[in-house]
């Protein structure tokens, strides 16, 4: 009997492995919907990757992101993503990377945003990686500013060897005679057109160069965005079926391009939307609007109406021809159309000002 009372004690003290680890999950777990505002359906997944044994570490990770900012919708964004950050060393690994970032001008509410939609950067050593990209990205961009435009668009600007796609297609747009301010262009605001693999890079731009476009304007670099990658070239096609509904022929909407390529761009709402209210209200051949694309994208609500309307109030009284452009009428900044339509006729109709600012239709 002491044989067996001393064998079941033995047994007894024995730690279960398994026991130890289904503690820790259920602790891990808790604290990720507890402290990091996870659904449990999340907090299991993120919990396979990442076991604590205590809060203290993971706490610290969460009172940094906090000081710098975070709401508790981008932490619990930044953890679903990221699990494993939790166990970082906030001041020795974390703090740095975030510091850093300041130190260039990323405010503290654009980090959180980024940090929390992509904080893949965060992972990435600082001296290694985050360090060089940003040395590279000085180099062609000269300016900070530009630099935390091009971070807005796309993480990837830190993260990817520039030495693999960058490199060759900003060398490639040298060597075509692309002067270095457009080259900037597309780099700081389209990034991503600049970071697609040379092949197809190389494949577009010449591509763009047989559409007429002159590799020494800024146009040149735009119809390269417009044109790269899958998602932009099903939005093109949605486009050119958009404007042909409208009446505009292939050689019509080749021409809208070529003057501004990012009419290629832009939602079937919004062409429909603004085509309706010039062809219908102010009935202008559909086919005018071609040669003057830029129009599709100044708001209706702000700036093409509120014009149309004094058009509209000065026609009807003679006081201007009826056969106005668009070009004279929307393209002009605020400070001009107002001199020029709206002061110019201010004695003769002093309620014009009125019809421009929506309050009166005269």
């Known amino acids: 009997p002491l044989c067996v009372f001393s064998l079941h004690a033995q047994f007894s003290s024995t730690k279960n492995p398994k026991d130890d ?46 000081d710098h900012g975070f709401s508790t919708a981008q932490i619990s964004s930044l953890v679903k993503k990221r699990p494993v950050l939790l166990l970082a060393n906030a001041q020795s690994v974390l703090l740095p990377k975030l510091r850093f970032f300041l130190s260039i001008g990323v405010s503290k509410s654009l980090l959180a945003r980024t940090l929390a939609s992509d904080p893949t950067i965060l992972t990435r050593s600082l001296a290694n990686q985050l360090i060089p990209s940003y040395n590279f990205l000085k180099s062609v961009l000269d300016s900070d500013t530009k630099i935390v435009a091009a971070l807005r668009r796309t993480t990837w600007v830190f993260l990817e060897d520039h030495t693999k796609n960058l490199v060759p297609n900003i060398n490639y747009m040298s060597e075509m005679g692309v002067p270095d301010k457009c080259i900037q262009l597309l780099l700081t605001h389209f990034p991503e057109a600049v970071m697609q693999k040379n092949h197809d890079f190389r494949a577009i731009t010449t591509q763009a160069k047989a559409m007429g476009f002159n590799p020494q304007k800024s146009t040149f670099v735009l119809a390269i965005h417009a044109l790269s990658g899958k998602c932009n070239k099903s939005i093109w096609d949605k486009c050119f079926e958009v404007y042909q509904r409208w009446g505009w022929s292939a050689d019509d909407i080749m021409c809208a391009f070529n003057k501004h390529p990012h009419c290629m761009m832009l939602s079937e709402r919004k062409i429909n939307t603004t085509m309706e209210f010039l062809v219908k209200e102010m009935n202008l051949a559909p086919r005018s609007i071609a040669k003057c694309p830029v129009v599709l994208f100044f708001s209706l609500d702000k700036r093409i109406i509120p014009r149309c309307s004094v058009i509209k109030v000065l026609a009807s009284k003679g006081m201007v021809k009826q056969d ?31 019809v421009y600012r929506g309050y009166t239709n005269l």
């Open 324 to 354: 106005w452009s668009l070009t004279s009428l929307l393209v002009p900044v605020e400070k001009v159309f107002l001199e020029k339509l709206v002061i110019k006729y201010e004695e003769e109709l002093p309620e014009l000002m009125d």
């Open 21 to 66: 680890e289904h503690k820790r999950l259920s602790f891990t777990i808790d604290y990720l919907v507890d402290s990091c505002g996870l659904s449990p359906d999340y907090a299991i997944v993120a919990a396979r990757k990442l076991l604590l044994d205590s809060p203290e570490r993971p706490n610290t990770v969460l009172s940094l992101l906090r």
